[in-house]
């Protein structure tokens, strides 16, 4: 089945860490998302890709970095010069006029 | 820009009784209007969407969503709820060309009760 798929589902940070989290779709969609959630806040848009090989950020991307080397794959880093990063993060696809989500990574502080 | 506006963060509801949860919407452009669900530590399901066509759009669990685009809405209905629709719903806008990425409201909990 095509789907979209994020992990780990759960996710530590120490201090001054970088991590990455995975997202990967096999929908052979063109444009993936990140998108962070936090409660009350709704989700916000963090970096998108329309195309292999090219990114924009979106509405909170300062702290955070990704990279689209294949179709297939969006990773998002954390690094360190994100200061809150506990949150909920939900990884989207679109194409053919649908949109999928994955079932979100929840990061949390050590 | 296009922005979304959930003014109703938690709405209680009793089973079997009617809810309304409401969205507006601001946009210099046409927009697609979308309503998705939210189970506890799950991602969002596509619920109800509005493309083109008739402005009231149904999904197949009995929620109904009507575009007003005079008053830049798209409210959510039911008629009865049921225990298992306790939720967190997200209203979202989509330019119709150009970017297609989502703008999202605050979302609204609903908690329906016994």
């Known amino acids: 089945d095509g789907g979209i798929t994020q992990s780990p589902k759960y996710l530590f940070r120490k201090e001054g860490q970088n991590v990455t989290l995975s997202c990967e779709q096999n929908l052979n969609h063109d444009a993936m998302y990140w998108y962070r959630q936090d409660p009350g806040q709704g989700l916000r848009l963090i970096y998108y890709?329309?195309?292999?090989?090219?990114?924009q950020k979106g509405d909170i991307a300062e702290g955070y970095s990704v990279s689209r080397e294949k179709k297939e794959s969006f990773p998002l880093t954390v690094t360190s010069a994100q200061k809150n990063p506990t949150a909920f993060y939900l990884c989207?696809?679109?194409?053919?006029?649908?949109?999928?989500f994955g079932d979100g990574t929840r990061l949390s502080i050590l | 820009a296009q922005s979304v506006t959930q003014l109703d963060s938690q709405v209680p509801v009793f089973e079997e009784a009617p809810v309304e949860l409401r969205c507006n919407y601001s946009s210099s452009v046409s927009v697609y209007l979308f309503w998705y669900v939210q189970y506890p530590n799950q991602g969002l399901q596509l619920l109800l969407k509005?493309?083109?066509?008739?402005?009231l759009v149904e999904s197949i669990n009995g929620f109904e969503a009507e575009f007003n685009k005079s008053q830049t809405s798209f409210h959510l209905r039911k008629p009865s709820v049921h225990i298992s629709d306790t939720a967190e719903y997200f209203c979202a806008v989509s330019r119709t060309s150009g970017t297609y990425k989502y703008i999202f409201g605050t979302g609204t909990r609903l908690k329906v009760l016994a």
């Open positions: 509005y493309l083109s066509g008739s402005t």
């Open positions: 989207a696809s679109s194409g053919f006029g649908d949109w999928h």
């Open positions: 890709s329309q195309i292999v090989n090219d990114f």
